[in-house]
Every structure is written in structure tokens, then in C-alpha cells.
């Protein structure tokens, strides 16, 4: 059963730098999307970064340019790096991973500027969170 757990959250000052980290396990195969989302109230969450297997990669408009997702060679790690950040990105960030089809739903949903609630994502990390202040 893979299991999904999120590091790396804490508090910054707006233009500051995090790096969140995904431990993954419990894989018997190369995951086929995995992705960064963020809850924006206590009922929305909105995908943030996603990659496939093949490494294509998918942002939502709002990061783009600001974040990156990226994970090592074995998939046991999927980072996300958030620079210039700013007060609209303070959110409880969730790690998911999901069957391929659910990346190209989130990059249908990135290239069409909506939010993505991230439906098709089967399992989940319990969540880090990022506050941005001065």
C-alpha cells in the first residue's frame, strides 16, 4: 500500500523560500502522476504542481515561474521548491498520487486557468503547512 508523507512546511517571510518534501513508500511500481495540491478553505483544495512518470510536469497558473516539482531518481522523494513566495500561498499543502489520467487532468485544468480539486488522485499524505508572513 503506498504511503504518503509531507515535510518541510513552516513559517516565511513573503519573497522567502520553503522546500516541501514527499516521503513515498510502499511503491511496486514508478508512480504514474504525482502531484502537490493545497486546501484553500476547509472544503476547496487546488492542484499546485504535478508530474507524470515520463517527467512532464504541470503548474497552475499561479505558481508557475515560482515553484517546482521534482522527485529523485528511485521515486521514493517528490519535492516541491517554492520560491518568491507570497501571502495567497500560506495553505496546508497534501501530497497525492494517482493513475496517469489524472495528470492530464490536472494539466487540462492548469492550461485552462480552473482550479483542479485533484478527484482523480487516490491517495494522499496527511498534509504540512506553510504559513507566509511578515
Known amino acids: 500500500q503506498v504511503q504518503l508523507v509531507e515535510s518541510g512546511g513552516g513559517s516565511v517571510q513573503p519573497g522567502g523560500s520553503l522546500r516541501l518534501a514527499c516521503s513515498i513508500s510502499?511503491?511496486?511500481?514508478?508512480?504514474?502522476?504525482m502531484a502537490w495540491f493545497r486546501r484553500i478553505s476547509e472544503k476547496e483544495r487546488e492542484g499546485v504542481a504535478a508530474v507524470d512518470s515520463s517527467g512532464e510536469t504541470s503548474y497552475a497558473d499561479s505558481v508557475k515561474g515560482r515553484f517546482a516539482i521534482s522527485h529523485d531518481n528511485s521515486w521514493n522523494t517528490l519535492w516541491l521548491q517554492m520560491n518568491t513566495l507570497k501571502s495567497e500561498d500560506a495553505a496546508m499543502y497534501y501530497c497525492a498520487a494517482g493513475p496517469r489520467a489524472a495528470c492530464r487532468t490536472f494539466e487540462a485544468h492548469a492550461e485552462a486557468r480552473a482550479r483542479y480539486n485533484g478527484k482523480d488522485f487516490d491517495t494522499w499524505g496527511q498534509g504540512t503547512q506553510v504559513t507566509v508572513s511578515s
Open positions: 510502499g511503491i511496486t511500481e514508478i508512480p504514474r502522476c
